[in-house]
């Protein structure tokens, strides 16, 4: 179980990454797919899967988006965005 654990968190590094290096490279609708792919996930996935979406691929995604000034609202879906809205409000607290 352990090792699963790790591999998920790792899984979604990774996916992070993906998105973020079409970003980087103006692939902006393989970047829209990825999104859209991690959407699906956060909400038809298990609480563990929300949870993993959430405090690994959004957070990094949009850690990444908001150095290089992008526009986070364009590319977000709507779940994700919330998600995001979220965890940026409550920041601050």
């Given amino acids: 179980m352990k090792n699963q654990v790790l591999s998920i968190y790792k899984q979604a590094e990774r996916f992070a990454e993906i998105t973020k290096k079409a970003i980087s490279a103006g692939n902006i609708a393989r970047a ?43 590319l977000f879906p709507q779940n994700l965005k919330l998600e995001y809205n979220r965890q940026i409000n409550s920041a601050g607290v």
């Fill in 32 to 74: 829209k797919k990825c999104l859209a792919h991690a959407e699906r996930l956060y909400t038809s996935g298990s609480n563990e899967t929300k949870s993993v979406i959430s405090n690994v691929y959004v957070f990094s995604v949009s850690s990444f988006m908001e150095l290089r000034h992008c526009s986070i609202s364009i």
